[in-house]
């Protein structure tokens, strides 16, 4: 089975750091791009970026560059979203994403397979 | 990049249709034939219902259809369920990798 597993919730305080993880099963890992997207409570998806794990080739959208750090390890199959200082308004889910790419080659896609989500909580 | 935009709520009674849109730009969904829509129940994942504007992965019902017409996509969910009933939401390749997603729309069965 094709899925994308998630490292569980996180309660921090503003200022700590937080690593969360995303591990792929039952596909070739490090030929897809993988996602990460944010929802706030209550409120929509908002797309941060994007690693693809075979070069570790990363993009951000702008309202996320410099806040987060994607990075991604092909060995153990693995993403991973960082922090070095959180804030209050990190507070959301966090949801990593398969792109697939149905043209077959270098193209757009959409996101097919969608990890559970890892609930990030920071409060003081 | 702003989000997509989409109408905040839509309704019908089972059985009937019900047509969600998703205005963007000409950076966005004007430019690329890349938008697919997501179903999201309440405390679940969303799921991919629709790619590439009107082409639908294997399992989705054919109730689910989409189309596009210069910056607005649309999304039409035909022969309404109670199991439709959650939010949608769009999301357009925006250039250079990056993506974007609409604002949602909840989707209600009278």
């Known amino acids: 089975e094709v899925q994308l597993v998630q490292s569980g919730a996180e309660v921090k305080k503003p200022g700590e750091s937080l690593k969360i993880s995303c591990k792929g099963s039952?596909?070739?890992?490090?030929?897809?791009?993988i996602g990460w997207v944010r929802q706030m409570p209550g409120t929509a998806l908002e797309w941060m970026g994007i690693?693809?794990?075979?070069?570790?080739?990363?993009r951000y959208s702008p309202s996320f560059q410099g806040q987060v750090t994607i990075s991604g390890d092909k060995s153990i199959s693995t993403a991973y979203l960082q922090w070095s200082s959180l804030k209050a308004s990190d507070t959301a889910m966090y949801y990593c994403?398969?792109?697939?790419?149905?043209?077959?080659?270098?193209?757009?896609?959409?996101?097919?397979?969608w990890g559970q989500g890892t609930m990030v909580t920071v409060s003081s | 990049q702003s989000a997509l935009t989409q109408p905040p709520s839509a309704s019908g009674s089972p059985g009937q249709s019900v047509t969600i849109s998703c205005t963007g730009t000409?950076?966005?969904?004007?430019?690329?034939?890349?938008v697919s829509w997501y179903q999201q129940h309440p405390g679940k994942a969303p799921k991919l219902i629709i790619y590439?504007?009107?082409k639908r992965p294997s399992g989705v019902p054919d109730r689910f259809s989409g189309s596009k017409s210069g910056n607005t996509a649309s999304l039409t969910v035909s022969g309404l369920q109670a199991e439709d009933e959650a939010d949608y939401y769009c999301?357009?390749?925006?250039?250079?990798?990056?993506?974007?997603f609409g604002t949602g729309t909840k989707v209600t069965v009278l």
């Open positions: 000409s950076s966005d969904v004007g430019d690329y034939n890349y």
């Open positions: 039952g596909y070739s890992f490090s030929t897809y791009w």
């Open positions: 690693i693809y794990p075979g070069d570790s080739d990363t």
């Open positions: 999301s357009s390749y925006a250039g250079s990798n990056n993506y974007v």
């Open positions: 590439e504007v009107s």
């Open positions: 994403v398969r792109l697939q790419k149905y043209c077959g080659g270098d193209c757009p896609g959409a996101f097919d397979i």
